[in-house]
């Protein structure tokens, strides 16, 4: 065969397996989990940023030289729709852009997130009048401080002990003794019940109990203060408590703390909270009523 005829085939044989590798480099499944990217635009003008295109998978940005790659599809572009505010109405020369949890425009710089655990229990303080703050811990700090403000959103519940997402906004000239912060609940992260909590008898099975008898919980933990001391492990399933393993002191009583104490089996008790009173109503029917 001619020297020069053979080395054609040879190069026309090797440039088409050159593509078809690369093409199997660029082969993609029709698998649609999508990601976004960063692909670079044709400028007019330099200096041209690129733009957010959501692709099918990862093999497709891929293939398509894009950049900045994440999972998931790319959120809507606030850009200018003509002017200088973007498609949410926020004035862009101001700084402002558009907050979703807060559904309204924001300068970023004024706008801070916070976590912050609630306690289950209010306390009497004294601000502009005397009133009733919330006991709160911010971040990890471990002491419990007053809360002075409002959250936007939030109903909070004694009982309950809460671990928030809060958004702090300043605010211009706010009125007179008034903070210059207001603050909206973006998440409720936890509300635990009971956790954290201590309660006075009130009433077994509607008769007032003249004992100062008390139930406190932890965690994993409660303990009665009745005659005796009872003490025990707990857990919460849906709106029943379970205690199946509660000691006891063994010290003889008489009246109405002898009567609670024979009423104290709340292992797979029905629990209930409303307006700081906790309701048991054990499996023999007794309903215990405790004060927060």
Known sequence: MNTSIFSILLLTILGFSQSVSAETQTMCTMEYAPVCGSVQVQCIQAPCDPIKQTFGNNCMAKAAWASNISQGECEINAKPIGG???????????GYSWNKE???????????????????????CTGIISMECLQVKIGAVKTWSNWYSTISGFTYEPGYTYRLRVISESIENPPADASNKIYTLAKVISKTPLAGTTWKIDTLNGKKIQSPASLS??????????CNTMFGGYT???DTIQSPWLASTMMYCEGDGMTLEGAMNIDWAKWNIKNSILTLTTK?????????
Not at 217 to 226: D, G, L, R, V
């Open 84 to 94: 200088d505010k973007d498609l949410h109405g926020c004035l862009i020369a101001a």
């Open 102 to 124: 807060l559904t309204k425009c924001v300068r970023s710089w004024e706008v801070k997130t916070h976590i912050l655990t609630v306690g289950p229990k209010t306390s009497t």
């Open 217 to 226: 919980f932890t965690y994993n933990k409660m303990q009665a203060k009745i």
């Open 236 to 238: 919460l399933k849906g």
């Open 284 to 292: 023999s029917g007794d309903i215990i009523v405790w004060n927060l």
